[in-house]
């Protein structure tokens, strides 16, 4: 059993930053990947990127590459996902999960089971 919590969101002007942050506590045994996901009014939930717990490995998105950085705080259980050069498009509800995959980062919502309650994003042109 693991509990994730989002926090960080906020109104931003295109260009800005921002950083979210994922608290996890609980059972955290299974707690291998952790993972940040986004949705957009009208779409589906879409993977952003991704950190091995114990490596420090991240994966991105093409979308949000070298524009967002994944890094987590072993010691506090904390994961963050700082944001730069945000656009209009990044605006969305942003999710943080936790999955027990081993290997590469999955990408697909379907390995990660627990997620947090979203945090919104909204970027102004």
């Known amino acids: 059993q693991v509990q994730l919590v989002e926090s960080g969101g906020g109104l931003v002007q295109a260009g800005g930053s921002l950083r979210l942050s994922c608290a996890v506590s609980g059972r955290t045994f299974s707690m291998y990947v952790m993972g940040w996901f986004r949705q957009a009014p009208g779409k589906e939930r879409e993977f952003v990127g991704g950190?091995?717990?114990?490596?420090?490995?991240?994966r991105y998105a093409d979308s949000v590459k070298g524009r967002f950085s994944i890094s987590r705080d072993n010691a506090n259980n904390k994961v963050y996902l700082q944001m730069s050069s945000l656009k209009p498009e990044d605006t969305a509800v942003y999710y943080c999960?936790?999955?027990?995959?081993?290997?590469?980062?999955?990408?697909?919502?379907?390995?990660?089971?627990?997620w947090g309650q979203g945090t919104q994003v909204t970027v102004s042109s």
């Open positions: 950190i091995r717990w114990s490596y420090g490995s991240t």
């Open positions: 999960a936790v999955g027990a995959t081993v290997g590469a980062i999955p990408v697909a919502r379907s390995n990660y089971d627990a």
